[in-house]
């Protein structure tokens, strides 16, 4: 099927101005026959055949056939009195309601074909690949956005040959798995090195993609603001939490710190600069096992430290992330749900004013303009408004003053036995660090996020070792991949659309996002400065500022998940269930089965990390990491597990 052919001679009507599907569907079979070269389609025969096409579309269904999807519709027929296929195209001038599911649809597709065409060339065929070329979102909006027919042509070659080129690729890598799977399961350094093949040659754009389109320099801006707080406030609140545990050995200062070096480090050269680092609170439990047993605290903390970043070039070399590729999203869905209640937990206070000025998109004041631009600085104007307002009712933050030296920890004080413990304590730590950071990376590369620069999960990985070998050596303390921060932190780059899902639900979708590093290294060039702020101003910020924005992540968190999308299908009647994948795919009895499971699990994850015991802790990072797919697969067939189980 020669595509190009079909868009050059296509019939286009721009800013069309319609109200009903009749009225559209009439306006381009005119200008079709009217445009045409067909000889038997002159003036005489021109309303012959507009009145056997509205007759094929809306009075005869089992010769027309229409499909439809949010802002656009996609109609075709066969005629008798034609000699070839006709393509038309038009673009109303503003979204039109054209009923139920339907509302706001802007661009109308409509095929022609003469019904003694093969089955091969029919209007079905051609509906489908010109429907499949118009079924991204982004490249839809860049219709719109068109200025002429030249431009708008233009736009679909390119999104043709570019869906050419992926699906020959995809057949030239379905091909290579299947013959050399094993080897490269084998490979060492495989995954490095195809990461920095692919993320290399993108290295410029990063920067460029940061300050280039519409809109972009308030995006980033208002990112840069968001990831800042969002780095800062939980750093002080593990840093008391960190001070108190270790005697005052690691507080804010050395967070701070250990957070700037990490996230500069990360955003200049990890290969997917999206995801955020952060230091979290298990980490605590380290820290207090060498003051309980009174070890040297720098040498110890930092030899567990290396251990661990060790461990970490081990899994990065030998390509280990492809073990959680079969069952990270199920993973992934447990962990985000334990951070959540673990950010929940213990401190439910009032988080009203974040909140709601988040979903101040949804609110009919102001303009959209004007709403979208206070979404987006939600964060960071709650913050200071009720760091404003709490500094005068509230008990300050107590900061330590800690005087950091540069100085690499005195390693020769520890003896083999406690090097032995060391190494022990590294191994789940590292698996830990090493789901963490996976699991954020995966979250992040999720194809509901568009992201278009590929992944790079091994160099990470590597990447991550190297900060983390840093950090050990002047005793500070560890980052790894942080939730919900890193999907947080794309959502804040992205352009976002609502859409009317079945059941008239509205649920917001990424357009597009700007896969840049230029937020996350303004943002912890901040954090760096805010060095500078300790004691003051930072001791203004007060304790329900700090709980207020770790339930407001863990909120933020909720919506996106999709193991909350099915503990709500149990509750919803059937009519209403979203049209997701899975949902197709899966009988309900063994969808509501596998989310019973999952909550099993998860409450066996709260009840390991919540416990007061230390060792008991320890083996949360083993629970977290055996719940790849072992036993389940006896209880639901594997082929319904794969459905519930991809990236979303």
């Excluded at 955020?276 to 980490?283: D, E, F, G, H, I």
Aim: charged share 20%.
């Amino acid at each position: 099927m020669d595509i190009k052919m079909f868009i050059k001679e296509a019939t286009l009507l721009l800013d069309m101005e319609a109200s009903s599907i009749e009225e559209i569907v009439h306006d381009l079979l005119d200008a079709v026959f009217k445009e045409s070269g067909d000889q038997t389609n002159h003036s005489s025969s021109t309303p012959t055949n507009i009145g056997a096409g509205m007759q094929r579309l809306f009075l005869t269904p089992n010769h027309s056939r229409r499909g439809s999807t949010w802002e656009i519709s996609c109609s075709s027929c066969s005629l008798k009195h034609i000699q070839k296929r006709y393509l038309a195209l038009a673009r109303l001038a503003y979204p039109v309601n054209l009923g139920r599911s339907n509302e706001g649809t802007q661009i109308i597709l409509l095929v022609i074909s003469p019904q003694k065409e093969k089955k091969t060339k029919s209007d079905i065929e051609l509906g489908r690949t010109f429907a499949t070329i118009l079924s991204d979102l982004e490249f839809r909006r860049q219709l719109i956005f068109a200025q002429n027919e030249e431009e708008v042509k233009a736009l679909l070659c390119a999104r043709a040959h570019e869906l050419e080129e992926k699906q020959a690729q995809q057949r030239i890598d379905d091909i290579i798995d299947d013959c050399f799977e094993s080897k490269k399961r084998c490979q060492f350094m495989s995954g490095l090195i195809a990461d920095l093949k692919r993320r290399v040659p993108l290295y410029p754009s990063d920067f460029v993609d940061g300050i280039r389109g519409a809109h972009t320099i308030r995006k980033v801006t208002s990112s840069v603001f968001f990831l800042y707080f969002a780095c800062l406030l939980p750093s002080i609140a593990f840093g008391v939490l960190n001070y108190n545990n270790t005697r005052g050995k690691i507080g804010v200062f050395r967070i701070l710190l250990s957070q700037t070096i990490g996230g500069l480090f990360f955003g200049l050269t990890a290969g997917q600069p999206l995801t955020v680092l952060l230091t979290t609170a298990p980490l605590a439990l380290y820290v207090k096992l060498t003051v309980i047993y009174d070890l040297e605290f720098y040498a110890f903390f930092g030899c567990v430290g290396l251990f661990n970043a060790s461990f970490l070039f081990i899994y990065a070399a030998f390509d280990a992330s492809r073990i959680i590729s079969f069952s990270v999203n199920r993973i992934g869905n447990l962990r985000y749900r334990y951070n959540s209640i673990n950010m929940y937990r213990p401190i439910i206070r009032d988080y009203n004013t974040v909140c709601k000025i988040s979903a101040s998109t949804f609110r009919p004041f102001l303009t959209e303009t004007k709403r979208e631009l206070i979404h987006d600085f939600a964060l960071p104007s709650a913050v200071l408004v009720m760091s404003f307002v709490g500094s005068f009712l509230f008990k300050k933050v107590e900061l330590d003053t800690d005087t950091f030296k540069w100085k690499i920890a005195d390693f020769h004080k520890l003896n083999w036995t406690h090097i032995l413990v060391a190494m022990g304590l590294s191994f789940p730590l590292s698996l830990l660090f090493f789901l963490e950071q996976n699991i954020a990376s995966v979250i992040v590369n999720s194809p509901s996020n568009k992201l278009k620069k590929g992944t790079s999960y091994h160099w990470d990985l590597f990447v991550l070792g190297v900060i983390n070998v840093l950090l050990s050596l002047f005793g500070l303390p560890w980052v790894h991949g942080a939730l919900p921060q890193s999907p947080l932190h794309v959502r804040s780059l992205a352009d976002m659309e609502e859409r009317i899902t079945v059941g008239n639900n509205v649920q917001q979708i990424v357009v597009r996002v700007r896969e840049t590093r230029i937020a996350t290294i303004l943002a912890h060039i901040g954090i760096g400065l805010s060095l500078l702020m300790i004691p003051i101003p930072l001791t203004y910020i007060p304790r329900p500022v700090l709980a207020g924005l770790f339930v407001y992540m863990a909120l933020a968190s909720v919506s996106d998940n999709q193991l909350m999308e099915r503990v709500k299908l149990i509750f919803i009647e059937q009519s209403a269930y979203p049209p997701s994948h899975y949902i197709r795919r899966v009988p309900q009895r063994r969808m509501h089965l596998f989310t019973c499971l999952q909550l099993i699990q998860l409450a066996v994850l709260c009840g390991c990390g919540f416990t007061n015991t230390p060792f008991v802790k320890m083996v949360f990072p083993i629970l977290l990491f055996l719940q790849i797919h072992r036993l389940i697969p006896y209880v639901i067939e594997r082929k319904y597990l794969e459905a519930m189980d991809r990236p979303m």
